[in-house]
């Protein structure tokens, strides 16, 4: 018979579930639990600080990793590849390029405010150049990057097992240094992130001691401590101070940040605008290619040039059209349109001591921070006073040798057990036999002696003063009190490190158009041929006979305005087009076609012109008898396929826009009918088809007016002469009405007024 082959039983792996088994889970389930994870992981792993210290795990093993390099700012420099390699291979398992652009940053001056790496070499510049390879670079740490670590040794954090379980690492440092807020951080994780600005450390500080001495002062207060964020690269903030009051009180907000600049006078009136410094996470070469870009495109009519004459500090060199132009206006300008003005984030999402996300205030931040640096000083006294009942009890086995001498050398010579006899003989403890045992000979002089007491004595004054910290809060707190103080010291307003950087400003209130500013304002009137050629002539001109045009062609509309002026073109498509009076073409010649300069379909022509006016209400009416009023406010065009106002269809074309002036309205038709009805009954919108204006059985709308009720209607008879409607009260009724037959005499043009504008 042949044998039955046995089938092999399946591992199991470390979850007790066979390998290569096949688990039957939804889809949903099994998405939403790793997604969480993932999320978890990143949120708590790689994107938000800790509150207590101020830094991400990554940034946190570099520091961990180059302490034990002993890489303390006496000692020198070492491989930047060499540090990488440890931090990766001994507790943070990602790439190395992620782990050098952590310590790269840690060093910049100009990313960092207190930078935590000394580096030495080629670490990147504000241009946003890179640094070179970890194998040409060099770095330890900074006096702050020590503050963070210090008290390491003494118990004073947490540690847990590395990635590995072959060593053990800081949960977090001891952080002896401000560094969430004095550095701040960045970071983006799954639905949520973290931007908090760096800020004064020395202002930290004194808000720290003030709220030790006032555990529930506001933020209101604090922020009398802490005037704002302090950037690395300087720059002025012009954020109101209610903003920036709210921004820390809720923990969300932000601050404007403006370059620092000043005008330096080049001789015969001239002068140039020198930026010495800019704003926060801008790159410098970035930031000169928008500002050559303004040039080209022209959107800063007042800047002929700029230049990069940087060296160690930033000089950049703005050159102005004209020795006329006010600089304010001109950098009020280039404000609004570069990145010599950007907005710094706040976001205060932090990790709390127990690891949760979640948004702090300014008051909460620091408070964790100090109770941060309570834990740590209780824990290191308490390690201290271990160590030192340790060795007060050796102290007091030797004192005991000492005052018994020969009876201690006659047990050690003669006796079999001397250890036991030791401990019997004068009541010892194991440790203190241990220690007598092992003392050497040349220690039992009388000096050693005395100095033997002497350090019980100062240990034991030691022990006390340790014993009354630890049980009283006061006490904690004036100690605590004092480490700040000393921070403040070593990074003062006198340091140049801790000098503030940043200053603040108000914005000027700039009660010009800056789009004009730039502009010569000059007379001028702009006129436009039947047939769409429109041109400049300068001056403003009343009597037009004299203007040529093609042949064939004759003169269409004309309006005189001033050079800053916005044209404003209506044409039967419904939409209305914007033209800046400056850069319409001159007088010589025919001008230049209107379909050149936006984008005016073929089978659509203008059908009216006038100079922009905000505050003006117009009247937009179709040929099928509907129409609206819309406020000029809201019909510039941004760009040259002009802004669609009313709209039209099929055959449906716009006829007529008019200034509404009055309280009444008239429409006349094709048919010779005039309905008269109040303004008030046509709606004000800002698109749209509109309302019915009147109702005609044939044809449809030939023309529109409005008029004011005290002093009449007005018409034009087929002589063209002016005349009153003797009783126009005969022909008003109600919008969308069919009206009635015009006057005897009326024009055979169905026109109110043929030639008059808007």
């Given at each position: 018979m042949a044998k039955t082959p046995k089938t092999k039983k399946p591992k199991s792996g470390d979850n007790g579930v066979p390998q290569n088994a096949i688990i039957e889970e939804h889809f949903d389930t099994a998405l939403s639990s790793r997604y969480l994870a993932y999320a978890l992981s990143t949120i708590t792993q790689r994107a938000l600080p800790d509150v207590r210290d101020g830094l991400k795990p990554?940034?946190?093993?570099?520091?961990?990793?180059?302490?034990?390099?002993?890489?303390?700012?006496?000692?020198?420099?070492?491989?930047?590849?060499?540090?990488?390699?440890?931090?990766?291979?001994?507790?943070?398992?990602?790439?190395?390029?992620?782990?050098?652009?952590?310590?790269?940053?840690?060093?910049?001056?100009?990313?960092?405010?207190?930078?935590?790496?000394?580096?030495?070499?080629?670490?990147?510049?504000?241009?946003?150049?890179?640094?070179?390879?970890?194998?040409?670079?060099?770095?330890?740490?900074?006096?702050?990057?020590?503050a963070l670590l210090a008290g390491l040794e003494e118990d004073a954090v947490d540690f847990v097992p590395t990635y590995n379980e072959e060593d053990e690492e800081p949960l977090v440092l001891p952080a002896g240094f401000p560094n969430l807020l004095a550095n701040g951080s960045q970071g983006i994780a799954v639905g949520m992130a973290t931007s908090i600005p760096p800020h004064n450390a020395a202002e930290i500080c004194s808000a720290a001691l003030h709220l030790i001495k006032t555990p529930n002062a506001r933020v209101e207060t604090l922020m009398n401590f802490i005037l704002g964020p302090d950037l690395p690269t300087g720059g002025i903030i012009v954020e109101?101070?209610?903003?920036?009051?709210?921004?820390?009180?809720?923990?969300?907000?932000?601050?404007?940040?403006?370059?620092?600049?000043?005008?330096?006078?080049?001789?015969?009136?001239?002068?140039?605008?020198?930026?010495?410094?800019?704003?926060?996470?801008?790159?410098?070469?970035?930031?000169?290619?928008?500002?050559?870009?303004?040039?080209?495109?022209?959107?800063?009519?007042?800047?002929?040039?700029?230049r990069d004459e940087s060296a160690e500090d930033i000089r950049i060199v703005l050159e102005p059209r004209s020795k006329?132009?006010?600089?304010?206006?001109?950098?009020?300008?280039?404000?609004?349109?570069?990145?010599?003005?950007?907005?710094?984030?706040?976001?205060?999402?932090?990790?709390?001591?127990?690891?949760?996300?979640?948004?702090?205030?300014?008051?909460?931040?620091?408070?964790?921070w100090l109770d941060h640096r309570r834990v740590v000083l209780l824990r290191r006294s308490k390690q201290r006073l271990a160590k030192i009942a340790d060795r007060i009890e050796v102290l007091d086995g030797y004192m005991i040798a000492f005052l018994n001498i020969d009876e201690v050398i006659r047990i050690i010579r003669f006796e079999d057990h001397p250890k036991q006899e030791l401990m019997k003989a004068f009541n010892l403890t194991e440790r203190q036999a241990d220690a007598i045992l092992n003392m050497r000979l040349r220690a039992l002089n009388k000096l050693q002696e005395i100095e033997l007491q002497t350090e019980h004595d100062k240990l034991s004054a030691e022990r006390d003063g340790l014993d009354k910290l630890v049980s009283t809060d006061s006490l904690q707190w004036d100690t605590i009190a004092s480490q700040v103080r000393d921070i403040r010291d070593a990074y003062g307003p006198k340091t140049d490190i801790g000098k503030r950087r940043t200053t603040f400003d108000i914005a000027p209130e700039i009660n010009v158009d800056l789009a004009t500013a730039f502009i010569t304002k000059e007379p001028i009137t702009v006129v436009m041929s039947e047939k769409g050629w429109i041109r400049v002539l300068k001056g403003k001109m009343d009597d037009l006979s004299s203007v040529k045009f093609k042949e064939g062609d004759q003169l269409g509309f004309s309006v005189q305005a001033e050079t800053t002026d916005k044209i404003i073109v209506f044409a039967t498509n419904g939409k209305f087009y914007t033209l800046t009076a400056d850069k319409l073409p001159g007088g010589r010649g025919n001008g230049e076609p209107i379909r050149l300069l936006v984008d005016l379909e073929n089978d659509h022509d203008p059908i009216g012109m006038f100079v922009h006016d905000p505050e003006r209400q117009l009247l937009v009416a179709s040929n099928d008898g509907y129409g609206f009023r819309v406020s000029e406010a809201d019909i510039i065009a941004s760009t040259k396929g002009g802004r669609k106002t009313l709209n039209v269809k099929g055959d449906s074309e716009a006829v007529r826009v008019i200034q509404v002036n009055g309280d009444k309205i008239a429409t006349i038709g094709d048919n010779r009918k005039i309905l008269i009805f109040a303004i008030d009954e046509l709606p004000v919108m800002s698109r749209g088809k509109g309302v019915r204006l009147q109702k005609f059985k044939d044809g449809g709308l030939a023309d529109i007016t409005t008029f004011n009720s005290e002093t009449g209607l007005t018409f034009l008879d087929t002589s063209m002469r002016r005349n009153d409607v003797p009783d126009w009260t005969l022909l008003e009724g109600k919008r969308a009405q069919a009206g009635r037959m015009a006057p005897r005499g009326f024009s055979r043009k169905s026109s109110f007024d043929p030639s008059r504008g808007l």
């Amino acid at each position: 018979m042949a044998k039955t082959p046995k089938t092999k039983k399946p591992k199991s792996g470390d979850n007790g579930v066979p390998q290569n088994a096949i688990i039957e889970e939804h889809f949903d389930t099994a998405l939403s639990s790793r997604y969480l994870a993932y999320a978890l992981s990143t949120i708590t792993q790689r994107a938000l600080p800790d509150v207590r210290d101020g830094l991400k795990p990554v940034h946190r093993r570099i520091l961990f990793a180059m302490r034990q390099l002993k890489l303390s700012p006496e000692n020198s420099h070492k491989k930047s590849a060499r540090i990488v390699g440890d931090v990766m291979g001994q507790y943070h398992p990602h790439g190395d390029a992620s782990i050098y652009d952590a310590l790269v940053k840690l060093s910049q001056s100009f990313a960092s405010r207190y930078p935590l790496v000394d580096g030495q070499g080629n670490f990147g510049n504000i241009d946003g150049d890179s640094p070179a390879a970890m194998r040409y670079t060099e770095a330890k740490m900074t006096s702050a990057g020590v503050a963070l670590l210090a008290g390491l040794e003494e118990d004073a954090v947490d540690f847990v097992p590395t990635y590995n379980e072959e060593d053990e690492e800081p949960l977090v440092l001891p952080a002896g240094f401000p560094n969430l807020l004095a550095n701040g951080s960045q970071g983006i994780a799954v639905g949520m992130a973290t931007s908090i600005p760096p800020h004064n450390a020395a202002e930290i500080c004194s808000a720290a001691l003030h709220l030790i001495k006032t555990p529930n002062a506001r933020v209101e207060t604090l922020m009398n401590f802490i005037l704002g964020p302090d950037l690395p690269t300087g720059g002025i903030i012009v954020e109101p101070q209610e903003s920036m009051l709210e921004s820390y009180r809720t923990g969300r907000g932000g601050f404007k940040v403006r370059a620092r600049w000043s005008v330096e006078d080049t001789g015969r009136g001239q002068y140039q605008i020198i930026i010495t410094e800019i704003p926060y996470q801008v790159q410098k070469s970035r930031l000169i290619e928008k500002l050559a870009e303004v040039i080209e495109l022209k959107k800063s009519p007042g800047l002929i040039d700029v230049r990069d004459e940087s060296a160690e500090d930033i000089r950049i060199v703005l050159e102005p059209r004209s020795k006329n132009i006010d600089p304010a206006l001109l950098m009020e300008s280039l404000f609004k349109i570069s990145e010599l003005e950007s907005r710094v984030s706040l976001n205060m999402n932090v990790l709390d001591a127990t690891r949760t996300p979640r948004v702090m205030d300014l008051r909460e931040v620091i408070q964790s921070w100090l109770d941060h640096r309570r834990v740590v000083l209780l824990r290191r006294s308490k390690q201290r006073l271990a160590k030192i009942a340790d060795r007060i009890e050796v102290l007091d086995g030797y004192m005991i040798a000492f005052l018994n001498i020969d009876e201690v050398i006659r047990i050690i010579r003669f006796e079999d057990h001397p250890k036991q006899e030791l401990m019997k003989a004068f009541n010892l403890t194991e440790r203190q036999a241990d220690a007598i045992l092992n003392m050497r000979l040349r220690a039992l002089n009388k000096l050693q002696e005395i100095e033997l007491q002497t350090e019980h004595d100062k240990l034991s004054a030691e022990r006390d003063g340790l014993d009354k910290l630890v049980s009283t809060d006061s006490l904690q707190w004036d100690t605590i009190a004092s480490q700040v103080r000393d921070i403040r010291d070593a990074y003062g307003p006198k340091t140049d490190i801790g000098k503030r950087r940043t200053t603040f400003d108000i914005a000027p209130e700039i009660n010009v158009d800056l789009a004009t500013a730039f502009i010569t304002k000059e007379p001028i009137t702009v006129v436009m041929s039947e047939k769409g050629w429109i041109r400049v002539l300068k001056g403003k001109m009343d009597d037009l006979s004299s203007v040529k045009f093609k042949e064939g062609d004759q003169l269409g509309f004309s309006v005189q305005a001033e050079t800053t002026d916005k044209i404003i073109v209506f044409a039967t498509n419904g939409k209305f087009y914007t033209l800046t009076a400056d850069k319409l073409p001159g007088g010589r010649g025919n001008g230049e076609p209107i379909r050149l300069l936006v984008d005016l379909e073929n089978d659509h022509d203008p059908i009216g012109m006038f100079v922009h006016d905000p505050e003006r209400q117009l009247l937009v009416a179709s040929n099928d008898g509907y129409g609206f009023r819309v406020s000029e406010a809201d019909i510039i065009a941004s760009t040259k396929g002009g802004r669609k106002t009313l709209n039209v269809k099929g055959d449906s074309e716009a006829v007529r826009v008019i200034q509404v002036n009055g309280d009444k309205i008239a429409t006349i038709g094709d048919n010779r009918k005039i309905l008269i009805f109040a303004i008030d009954e046509l709606p004000v919108m800002s698109r749209g088809k509109g309302v019915r204006l009147q109702k005609f059985k044939d044809g449809g709308l030939a023309d529109i007016t409005t008029f004011n009720s005290e002093t009449g209607l007005t018409f034009l008879d087929t002589s063209m002469r002016r005349n009153d409607v003797p009783d126009w009260t005969l022909l008003e009724g109600k919008r969308a009405q069919a009206g009635r037959m015009a006057p005897r005499g009326f024009s055979r043009k169905s026109s109110f007024d043929p030639s008059r504008g808007l």
